[in-house]
């Protein structure tokens, strides 16, 4: 996703009117994503390999900003309508020379093999060169922008459950539960435009290396990122798992940053190596 250069002017206007806190960079981070047409960015395209898993062999893939697990079709005759999964929200690292370091994990419907709509929600990890950490919580319908939750507490620790459901192709409900406080936040979304209707043809569980003023945040060590009740259900009221789901590897600079198994047809471990 790539903004125009009169986007500070834009974001200075948002800002205006209550724009959510690190609107410019987490916002237009996650707007500058795609690559073309696609905000998952391939590397490596066609050196696709197999890779064995607890769970049978998976596909695997590299991305340069994503890791995780996608279900990159849905069963015949049907779409993606929800995608569930819950985490425990880790502490990152910082291993870099940066000021601060980022990741984000998030459960979303497209934007793999369907690149004009995402409907997704997640949680960013910050951590500065002090080892002062920070989480944001967020909501997107891409190609929109991000925007914070409020009111939504997270820390170290805390399990956290995203549920993502659209009831048409242009309107969907997120929700977040922090299981271990009992609280909860929801947002209604509608589709940005005509051309940005979900297709629901992939559902995912990712961390994420999101982008800022047009390159990548320096990557922060986010440890283990575990999703468990991984499930998507589709339009015909079929639930669907990981089995058979695509292994994305986060690789930058001729470094694999992430180690992905599938666990089981429920469950996901993305670690950072």
Same mark, same amino acid.
Do not use: C
């Given at each position: 996703?790539?903004?125009?250069?009169?986007?500070?002017?834009?974001?200075?206007?948002?800002?205006?009117?209550?724009?959510?806190?690190?609107?410019?960079?987490?916002?237009?981070?996650?707007?500058?994503?795609?690559?073309?047409?696609?905000?998952?960015?391939?590397?490596?395209?066609?050196?696709?390999?197999?890779?064995?898993?607890?769970?049978?062999?998976?596909?695997?893939?590299?991305?340069?900003?994503?890791?995780?697990?996608?279900?990159?079709?849905?069963?015949?005759?049907?779409?993606?309508?929800?995608?569930?999964?819950?985490?425990?929200?880790?502490?990152?690292?910082?291993?870099?020379?940066?000021?601060?370091?980022?990741?984000?994990?998030?459960?979303?419907?497209?934007?793999?093999?369907?690149?004009?709509?995402?409907?997704?929600?997640?949680?960013?990890?910050?951590?500065?060169?002090?080892?002062?950490?920070?989480?944001?919580?967020?909501?997107?319908?891409?190609?929109?922008?991000?925007?914070?939750?409020?009111?939504? /507490?997270? =820390?170290? &620790?805390?399990?956290?459950?995203?549920? *993502? !459901?659209?009831?048409?192709? @242009?309107? $969907?409900?997120?929700?977040?539960?922090?299981?271990?406080?009992?609280?909860?936040?929801?947002?209604?979304?509608?589709?940005?435009?005509? /051309?940005? =209707?979900? &297709?629901?043809?992939?559902?995912?569980? *990712? !961390?994420?290396?999101?982008? @800022?003023? $047009?390159?990548?945040?320096?990557?922060?060590?986010?440890?283990?990122?575990?999703?468990?009740?991984?499930?998507?259900?589709?339009?015909?009221?079929?639930?669907? &798992?990981?089995?058979?789901?695509?292994? *994305?590897?986060?690789?930058?600079?001729?470094?694999?940053?992430?180690?992905?198994?599938?666990?089981?047809?429920?469950?996901?471990?993305?670690?950072?190596?």
């Amino acid at each position: 996703m790539k903004l125009s250069n009169f986007l500070p002017l834009i974001l200075s206007i948002t800002a205006t009117s209550a724009a959510p806190s690190r609107l410019q960079d987490r916002v237009r981070a996650r707007a500058a994503r795609s690559h073309k047409t696609q905000p998952l960015v391939k590397l490596d395209e066609g050196r696709e390999f197999l890779k064995e898993s607890e769970n049978g062999t998976a596909h695997v893939e590299y991305s340069s900003n994503w890791s995780g697990a996608v279900l990159v079709s849905p069963p015949s005759g049907t779409t993606f309508t929800n995608a569930h999964g819950r985490f425990t929200v880790p502490t990152p690292k910082h291993v870099g020379t940066a000021g601060t370091e980022s990741s984000s994990a998030w459960v979303g419907i497209d934007g793999d093999t369907y690149g004009a709509a995402i409907l997704q929600a997640g949680v960013d990890f910050t951590v500065t060169s002090s080892g002062a950490v920070s989480y944001d919580s967020w909501y997107e319908w891409y190609p929109d922008y991000a925007y914070d939750f409020t009111g939504f /507490s997270v =820390k170290a &620790g805390d399990v956290i459950q995203i549920d *993502i !459901v659209a009831t048409t192709t @242009s309107k $969907g409900t997120v929700t977040l539960t922090n299981v271990s406080t009992g609280k909860s936040v929801s947002k209604t979304l509608n589709a940005p435009s005509s /051309s940005s =209707k979900l &297709g629901g043809q992939n559902a995912e569980w *990712i !961390v994420e290396d999101f982008e @800022s003023n $047009g390159s990548l945040v320096s990557l922060s060590n986010f440890g283990t990122v575990v999703f468990t009740g991984a499930t998507a259900g589709t339009s015909s009221g079929s639930s669907v &798992g990981l089995s058979g789901a695509t292994v *994305i590897d986060l690789k930058q600079s001729n470094t694999v940053h992430t180690d992905v198994t599938i666990n089981s047809a429920s469950q996901v471990t993305i670690k950072y190596i």
